[in-house]
């Protein structure tokens, strides 16, 4: 379902004239369909920029993410248009993280809904499937008609998984989606998560707590075990001095 095959990204810091940022290069790794990759290391390693890659925030220096997509069937992320991704995140790729972007006063419950209005559901439909949504996600029906701006950080977000799970994604990215959740909504994501691995969404992720992260993971690519793999490669190479 997904193919990263040698992926590489540079950051070229202008400010500071030829500085370079290379968090990772020859990365490679595969996900099965319904299945979630985790990706563990320490801060700074490259966790939410190999996410960033998939989704296309950020464009891969080099390499390819292969990915079977239901609208253009496969398709390497990493070279498709601008048009592509757009489509593609409209109908098939979602991406979560804890910080909520929304456009000021529209309410919670429409804040969710719009995802399925977006694919063609009626008012009526998207509402009430957004209600359902909310409701597993622990969100108080006071909170419905309210503006997601002024919400709790963990409020937020829920409202963001909601809004992320409610359009049953082919491709799910997380990034530490229950980084200020408690312990029993952190529960009930991971049943909504298991449910759609299920039904077959692929994902791949990142969980600040292991603990979490191994009740939802199929697989886990520890970056710092794969850094020192590469650097004993590396070391290899090099030819000994004489
Ligand atoms: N847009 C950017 N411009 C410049 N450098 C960046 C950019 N995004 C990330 N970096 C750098 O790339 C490296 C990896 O960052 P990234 O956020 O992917 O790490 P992470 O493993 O997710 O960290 P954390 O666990 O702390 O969130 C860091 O050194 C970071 O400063």
């Given at each position: 379902m997904l193919k990263v095959q040698s992926l590489a990204k540079t950051f070229e810091l202008s400010m500071t004239g030829q500085m370079k940022i290379r968090p990772f290069r020859d990365l490679s790794f595969e996900v099965g369909r319904g299945q979630f990759l985790g990706i563990a290391g320490p801060s700074g390693i490259g966790k939410s920029s190999i996410l960033k890659c998939v989704y296309r925030t950020y464009l891969p220096t080099a390499g390819s993410i292969l990915y079977d997509s239901e609208l253009y069937g496969e398709l390497d992320l990493a070279q498709a248009t601008e048009r592509q991704i757009v489509h593609l995140r409209r109908a098939e790729i979602s991406y979560v993280t804890q910080f909520l972007k929304v456009i000021p006063r529209i309410p919670a419950l429409d804040v969710v809904a719009e995802r399925l209005l977006l694919r063609g559901a009626t008012m009526e439909e998207a509402r009430v499937q957004a209600q359902d949504m909310l409701q597993r996600l622990n969100i108080p029906q006071d909170l419905w008609s309210a503006f997601p701006a002024t919400f709790s950080g963990g409020e937020q977000q829920r409202v963001n998984l909601a809004r992320a799970l409610i359009a049953r994604p082919r491709l799910l990215i997380l990034d530490e989606p229950t980084a200020s959740l408690d312990h029993d909504t952190t529960l009930k994501v991971l049943q909504l998560l298991n449910e759609m691995k299920e039904q077959g969404t692929t994902m791949i992720g990142v969980f600040h707590d292991w603990d979490v992260m191994g009740r939802v993971?199929?697989?886990?690519?520890d970056l710092r075990i794969w850094q020192a793999s590469q650097n004993a490669a590396e070391t290899e190479q090099i030819p000994a001095a004489r």
């Open positions: 993971a199929d697989d886990i690519l």
